[in-house]
């Protein structure tokens, strides 16, 4: 069974552009979570869906947003992207939501403003 | 509001020694309790969890926790280290109660198993 597939895995984006990130789940996994790490903050996180839905929030400004198609794939989108922003970003799969269903993670995007 | 403490940021443990991680939560109703293993450049991967039930959860690798409510308390342990365990290890809690989705992490704690 094939993991939980991040894409791109790097890049390099410009103070003000924005960047859209995007996550495959496991197949038949119907939750994906969004998590930023970073050295001085560690694991933060960002959001979760499930069925297309946005279930819980995390403490980060509007410009961070996301969303999930019918087909549990999701995308993150960072606008006006600030120095800050510069993170490994993580997407974690789980079979139900919530509760005692383990997230699995990908591999990540690492995100690099300049 | 539920939150994770790893007291140490690092651990270093001489290779076939026993190991310890140690993690402490803080939840207001009943925890769900997890750990993850970061090898470098790589995203994190699922060792086990604490759901309910036997106190003492096996997991992947040969680690094993061990869950303690009055210490609120869920130390990562494996009895004879292996070099190839050194990594970032990160304990995790949901809260039941609160209906949380979101897993809360530690800061993290870096083993390093010396040969």
């Known amino acids: 069974k094939a993991g939980v597939t991040q894409t791109p895995r790097y890049l390099i984006k410009t103070r003000g552009q924005q960047v859209t990130l995007s996550c495959s789940p496991i197949?038949?996994?119907?939750?994906v979570s969004w998590y930023q790490q970073t050295p001085g903050q560690g694991l933060q996180f960002l959001f979760e869906?499930?069925?297309?839905?946005?279930?819980n929030k995390g403490n980060f400004p509007g410009r961070f947003s996301g969303r999930q198609f019918s087909n549990s794939r999701s995308e993150m989108n960072v606008s006006t992207l600030e120095l800050g922003d510069s993170a490994l970003y993580l997407c974690?799969?789980?079979?139900?939501?919530?509760?005692?269903?383990?997230?699995?993670f990908g591999q990540g995007t690492r995100l690099t403003v300049v | 509001a539920q939150s994770v403490a790893q007291p140490e940021d690092q651990v270093n443990v001489a290779e076939g020694n026993p190991l310890t991680v140690k993690c402490t939560y803080s939840?207001?109703?009943?925890?769900?309790l997890f750990w993850y293993v970061q090898y470098p450049n790589r995203g994190l991967q699922f060792l086990l969890k604490?759901?309910?039930?036997?106190?003492l959860v096996k997991g992947s690798y040969g680690f094993e926790a061990e869950f303690n409510k009055s210490q609120t308390s869920f130390h990562l342990k494996k009895p004879s280290a292996l070099v190839s365990d050194s990594a970032l290890y990160f304990c995790?809690?949901?809260?039941?109660?609160?209906?949380?989705?979101?897993?809360?992490f530690g800061k993290g704690t870096k083993l390093s198993v010396i040969p």
């Open positions: 974690a799969s789980s079979l139900l939501t919530g509760g005692a269903s383990e997230a699995f």
């Open positions: 197949s038949g996994h119907r939750s």
């Open positions: 604490y759901i309910t039930g036997d106190n």
């Open positions: 939840v207001s109703g009943n925890p769900y």
């Open positions: 995790a809690v949901r809260d039941e109660g609160a209906g949380s989705y979101q897993l809360t």
């Open positions: 869906y499930f069925s297309e839905t946005q279930r």
